[in-house]
């Protein structure tokens, strides 16, 4: 009976798992000792932080979306059949078409979705750019947009905490471009008493928003929207007029993982060093879908992709593994058109931004385009 591996989830932390595992096992898949089920819900996948990009109209959609069977090692068998229960103590996943798919090594990697309709009005009245679509939209509203107050809320905890800073010092160059700045009022909330939850990004970030004329309130939880009246209003109890209002809206897990019972919301107990969801040996958690206190980031999954692929292929090969994730992140973070500055960080390491440079922008630019490399598991 070969070893089965079933990876559920094919965007950025799936595929590159798979990807490594194919490579790190080729001989025992050509041979039929191992099998590697990937089961994912779309035929399509998509660099999600293109989207910053497609608002301001700096790449086109289709560059950021490819055919998930082109990207995944010819060995691994693809499914796009949504897996609909987890079952962990039979050890079979089980699809939306009725197949099962047993499983000896399980991966869990159903990211991480936007839920906007837990705030009351903010479909109606708000925009976001944490999908195709959001982004879009939020593209041609820009377009048509004449001046006044553009609110820029967070809700927590989201994919890329790092986004919202970069959709606003990208804002802010878009009017100065348009030669807008003196009819346009940027202002941010987020719901803590800073600018960000890492601190040091949040020291960074204040003289930056002060240079740039930026308004923020902090503990700001966004509670409801009067999408009429153009007015958010928060948990803390204040409210705030917009013209155009851009957020961030909650996030929640894939609905499979709380109907399996792994964790509330979506979010699985995972070990933060193993991955391995808590209390199991054959089930690996990477990427958003873990409840670890770390940033949820396509750098999370790719380091964590790394480490599952390692245990598993060493697991299966010499019988036992130690390698640990030291909960290392990168993020490139965009501070205009053409600057960007970085962060890396792990559990140990607290984050220091470095001044920005036209060269880190043109890092992360290269990145986005070598992005595929990265899925494909050669970078
Ligand atoms: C606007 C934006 C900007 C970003 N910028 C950055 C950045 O600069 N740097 C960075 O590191 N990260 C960035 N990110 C975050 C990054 O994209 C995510 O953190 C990363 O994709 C997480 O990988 P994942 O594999 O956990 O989830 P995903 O890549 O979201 O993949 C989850 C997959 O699981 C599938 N799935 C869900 N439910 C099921 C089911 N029931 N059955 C089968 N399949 C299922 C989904 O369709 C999806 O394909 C950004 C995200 C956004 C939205």
């Not at 039979?90 to 197949?99: C, F, H």
């Not at 909330?189 to 601190?199: A, V």
């Amino acid at each position: 009976m070969p070893k089965r591996i079933v990876i559920i989830g094919g965007g950025a932390g799936g595929t590159i798992t798979a990807n490594l595992l194919a490579r790190n096992l080729y001989r025992q898949l050509v041979s039929g000792h191992v099998v590697i089920n990937m089961i994912t819900d779309k035929a399509e996948h998509v660099y999600q932080p293109g989207f910053l990009y497609v608002v301001f109209d700096k790449v086109r959609p289709d560059e950021i979306v490819r055919k998930q069977k082109e990207i995944l090692d010819q060995n691994i068998n693809l499914f796009v059949d949504p897996a609909v229960k987890i079952d962990k103590e039979n050890k079979i996943v089980r699809t939306q078409s009725g197949k099962e798919f047993p499983y000896d090594f399980l991966v869990i990697a159903t990211g991480s979705r936007i839920v906007p309709e837990d705030i009351p009005g903010l479909k109606e009245g708000g925009h976001w750019f944490y999908d195709m679509e959001g982004a879009k939209k939020l593209r041609q509203a820009l377009k048509d947009f004449s001046g006044g107050r553009i609110a820029i809320t967070v809700g927590v905890p989201h994919k890329c905490p790092v986004a919202p800073l970069e959709m606003t010092f990208m804002l802010y160059e878009y009017f100065k471009q348009k030669e807008m700045l003196d009819k346009v009022e940027l202002f941010y909330t987020y719901p803590i008493n800073r600018l960000h939850s890492l601190e040091p990004v949040a020291n960074w970030a204040v003289p930056e928003f002060e240079k740039k004329g930026i308004k923020s309130e902090t503990f700001f939880n966004m509670e409801e929207i009067d999408a009429e009246k153009k007015v958010v209003r928060s948990m803390e109890g204040s409210e705030l007029n917009y013209d155009l209002l851009i957020t961030v809206p909650p996030h929640k897990g894939a609905p499979v993982i709380a109907d399996s019972g792994f964790g509330k919301d979506g979010w699985i107990p995972t070990n933060k060093k193993t991955l391995h969801n808590e209390g199991s040996d054959d089930v690996y958690v990477v990427g958003d879908t873990t409840n670890l206190p770390i940033s949820k980031a396509g750098s999370t999954a790719h380091f964590e992709s790394h480490i599952v692929a390692e245990r598993i292929s060493s697991e299966i090969t010499e019988g036992f593994s130690e390698t640990e994730y030291d909960g290392k992140v990168i993020c490139f973070v965009e501070t205009s058109f053409d600057e960007a500055t970085y962060i890396w960080f792990n559990y140990k390491t607290p984050p220091t931004p470095v001044p920005p440079s036209k060269m880190i922008h043109w890092m992360k630019l290269g990145y986005n385009r070598l992005y595929w490399l990265s899925a494909k598991g050669i970078l």
